[in-house]
């Protein structure tokens, strides 16, 4: 069965930094696209980075480039999100996602993925 389990939020102070992880089970993630999203209540989901399958190529949405970096480990078949410099605004529930995509290339829209995960809480507060 795929499944897909989020780690890693938790309470951190404006500027701090977390290491989000995704852990893939029943499925070996380097034949999957695996995309990053986070949502708060009331608001949209946003996509915030995403890694191609096989080559592991990476996008980042602009609020989030040169301070968020995506990574895979095909040893441990997971999926990392560094996050650094959080802002308040940024307290959100992130999620990550799977599509069995035949494109080079990941997008961060959310329809395009098929399995998520539950979600790991990120607060931001001083």
């Known amino acids: 069965q795929l499944q897909l389990v989020e780690s890693g939020g938790g309470l951190v102070q404006p500027g701090g930094s977390l290491r989000l992880s995704c852990v893939a089970s029943?499925?070996?993630?380097?034949?999957?696209?695996i995309g990053w999203f986070r949502q708060a209540p009331g608001k949209e989901r946003e996509g915030v980075s995403c890694i191609s399958r096989r080559r592991g190529r990476t996008n980042y949405a602009g609020s989030v480039k040169g301070r968020f970096t995506i990574s895979r480990d095909d040893d441990k078949n997971t999926v990392y999100l560094q996050i650094n410099s959080l802002k308040p605004e940024e307290t959100d529930s992130y999620y990550c996602?799977?599509?069995?995509?035949?494109?080079?290339?990941?997008?961060?829209?959310?329809?395009?993925?098929?399995?998520w995960g539950q979600g790991t809480q990120v607060t931001v507060s001083s």
């Open positions: 029943g499925f070996t993630l380097v034949n999957y696209h």
């Open positions: 996602a799977a599509q069995p995509r035949l494109q080079a290339m990941c997008v961060m829209t959310g329809w395009a993925y098929d399995y």
